[in-house]
């Protein structure tokens, strides 16, 4: 804050001394964006890294690398005119976040000396009080013009709409701007208005001009969609170094998104330059730019810079992780919630078929999600690591439940693509692979002995309290996880024929721990939203003829068992009449069922138990008739649970 007055008092100095015509004026700007709480260093798959991969020199990050990586910087650069900027959401991603609520980010950051920051969506996660207790502890100006505290929120005035620091004689105005859905993908609370991005820098710019500074760099957390078409055109904006979406600019990295710096034309008649670097501590951003005497930017070259194993760790810092690390391990062992029973997550059946943790994570998703718009959760079976057993439930189990550090993903997708998605995911199932889609908030029926691409035999999305077929012209808004909608696990549908998508929500398995939390004791279940249509099925014709004799010639014991197992399996009868057509009236446990035409099994199972593949318990208390000859009219006896 100190630095924000002094900026003030500067910049009315040069008021009074403007005018002077300088020669061309060299800026280096270092800037990160969305940290996301990476305080230990990452693995290739920006989860926190093993000791292991620590020793195969396979990490990257980490504040301790960032820090050495930003003396390095200011080392080579001693002497010049620099500037390290941060483009927001610090928050959200670590355990670190999840125990100490932004007081360690603040800690680490103080200690980089950032000039600047504007806040991200996710510092408003924990609502105001979270991103009031980060604002006590830093020591450097928090820039963000587009945020508007009212006289009651915890805020106070400590977010500036901009900030002018001077370097070599010169005064650069920063303006910083957050996402303008910030109140609907986080939780500022009611005391703190989000603002338009454009209107409120175009106001800050404004401000910055009067005081007589012409060399403006926008500070945003908006996205690189919206810096290129939208900020970087705003009048006497010179440079916007942006964050949101993660995205990394490069003239050489494959994975990069565009160019470094990315050139976009102002309507003043000259080019400004967008950077973003990435996230998770995994780059730094550097860019230099030459400004004329007009503050015009003139030239803009860079390239971020890879925080790999090459950058040995910071050892006060390690060190001090290390410590800060402790209490960590205790939240670990934190309960969190109750569940009334063990939450199968095992990958036989999450990766094959409607399982239990399968719904809790699709339900806690949607959960989320749903004021948002949401209606449709998709998530793959191989993302769930772990079955829990019945009773208190630790934060670390749910960590072994969800290891990855994943996020929420939301977007709008059209009917025919999500069931190109559902194809993908039920594309693989012999081979066990993960991507087998769990739902929430959808119905679907597969035929696993299909090829694979036309194993969905139906599909129906939840309208308010009914279930209609999916429509394919329809758009549907759907939630995922960040893996799957960047096309992991084949789910490429989701990165090309998305839209409006947001991908860093909430990390999962701190949606997961929340919506344990909010329905203790957590009873688990199934209730048929998949449905396997080779299940052992009624041979409607046969058994109608043969009604009378059933019971006695068709007993062959072994044999008939063994074919239900078979069908169920494999071996599909080509009657099969999949889950559609089922006995109207759903038999509860504990009691008789006649049967009719069409009835399964599997399908008096899942009407009865809300699991289908409890289909045995059935077949064993009625002597195992075979399956696809249930005689119609006679009665079978539903066992209780
Ligand atoms: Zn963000």
């Known amino acids: 804050m100190t630095i924000f007055r002094t900026g003030l008092l500067a910049a009315s100095l040069i008021v009074l001394s403007g005018g002077a015509a300088f020669a061309d004026y060299e800026l280096d700007i270092l800037h990160i964006n969305d940290l996301h709480s990476r305080i230990e260093a990452i693995n290739a798959f920006d989860s926190t890294c093993s000791a292991e991969e620590e020793g195969k020199n396979e990490c990257f990050g980490g504040v301790a690398r960032l820090k050495t990586a930003i003396d390095a910087e200011r080392q080579a650069l001693s002497g010049r005119n620099v500037l390290l900027l941060n483009a927001g959401d610090n928050f959200q991603g670590s355990l670190f976040y999840t125990t100490y609520k932004g007081a360690v980010e603040a800690e680490f950051l103080n200690l980089m000396k950032f000039d600047a920051m504007t806040v991200g969506n996710h510092e408003f996660d924990d609502s105001e009080d979270g991103l009031a207790t980060f604002l006590d502890k830093v020591e450097f100006p928090v820039v963000t013009a587009n945020v508007a505290a009212g006289a009651s929120s915890k805020l106070g005035d400590r977010i500036k709409p901009f900030v002018v620091i001077e370097r070599g004689g010169e005064k650069i105005g920063i303006v910083g701007a957050v996402a303008n859905d910030t109140a609907e993908i986080s939780?500022?609370?009611?005391?703190?208005?989000?603002?338009?991005?454009?209107?409120?820098?175009?106001?800050?710019?404004?401000?910055?001009?009067?005081?007589?500074i012409d060399k403006i760099v926008a500070l945003t957390h908006v996205g690189y969609p919206r810096d290129l078409a939208a900020i970087a055109k705003i009048p006497d904006v010179d440079v916007v170094v942006g964050g949101h979406t993660h995205t990394l600019l490069s003239n050489t990295a494959d994975k990069a998104e565009g160019p470094y710096p990315t050139l976009v034309d102002n309507p003043g008649g000259y080019k400004v330059p967008v950077v973003q670097a990435g996230a998770y501590s995994k780059y730094l951003g550097k860019?230099?730019?030459?400004?004329?005497?007009?503050?015009?930017?003139?030239?803009?070259?860079?390239?971020?810079?890879?925080?790999?194993?090459?950058?040995?760790?910071?050892?006060?810092?390690?060190?001090?992780?290390?410590?800060?690390?402790?209490?960590?391990?205790?939240?670990?062992?934190?309960?969190?919630?109750?569940?009334?029973?063990?939450?199968?997550?095992?990958?036989?059946?999450?990766?094959?078929?409607?399982?239990?943790?399968?719904?809790?994570?699709?339900?806690?998703?949607?959960?989320?999600?749903?004021?948002?718009?949401?209606?449709?959760?998709?998530?793959?079976?191989?993302?769930?690591?772990?079955?829990?057993?019945?009773?208190p439930v630790s934060m670390g189990e749910v960590l072994s439940i969800l290891p990855f550090q994943n996020t929420v993903a939301t977007f709008q997708l059209k009917g025919s693509d999500l069931t190109a998605a559902l194809e993908n995911g039920l594309g693989q199932i012999e081979e066990g692979a993960g991507r087998f889609p769990q739902v929430s908030g959808l119905k679907y029926t597969f035929d696993k002995t299909k090829p694979a691409g036309s194993r969905l035999v139906s599909v129906e999305a939840k309208e308010g309290d009914a279930f209609v077929p999916l429509d394919p012209e329809k758009t549907y808004g759907v939630a995922s996880n960040n893996y799957m909608r960047a096309g992991g696990d084949g789910y490429s549908v989701f990165a090309t024929a998305a839209t409006n998508a947001y991908d860093f929500g909430p990390n999962l398995e701190v949606v997961v721990a929340d919506y344990l939390a909010a329905h203790r004791p957590y009873t688990p279940y199934t209730d048929g939203r998949i449905a396997e249509a080779a299940a052992p099925a009624a041979e409607t014709q046969a058994t109608a003829e043969t009604a009378g004799e059933a019971a006695s010639t068709e007993t062959a014991p072994a044999a008939g068992a063994e074919t239900g197992t078979a069908a169920r399996s494999a071996e599909t009868p080509a009657d099969a009449t999949g889950g559609g057509e089922t006995a109207e009236a759903a038999t509860p446990a504990g009691g008789k069922h006649v049967v009719v035409r069409g009835d399964t099994l599997w399908d008096l199972a899942r009407e009865a138990y809300g699991d289908g593949t409890l289909w045995r318990r059935i077949s064993e208390a009625n002597g195992n008739p075979r399956p696809r000859a249930l005689a119609i009219g006679s009665e079978l006896e539903i066992p209780a649970r």
């Open 187 to 212: 939780s500022p609370g009611d005391n703190v208005l989000i603002g338009d991005d454009v209107a409120d820098i175009t106001a800050a710019v404004g401000e910055l001009k009067k005081q007589g």
């Open 287 to 391: 860019l230099k730019v030459v400004f004329d005497d007009a503050g015009v930017v003139r030239q803009a070259t860079g390239e971020p810079v890879l925080i790999d194993s090459a950058f040995k760790p910071d050892e006060a810092v390690a060190a001090r992780i290390k410590e800060l690390a402790g209490p960590i391990e205790e939240l670990k062992n934190k309960i969190v919630a109750e569940t009334a029973a063990p939450v199968d997550g095992s990958r036989e059946t999450c990766r094959a078929a409607e399982c239990q943790m399968g719904n809790l994570v699709a339900d806690a998703i949607l959960d989320r999600t749903k004021d948002q718009g949401m209606t449709i959760a998709v998530t793959n079976g191989g993302g769930l690591r772990a079955s829990i057993d019945a009773g």
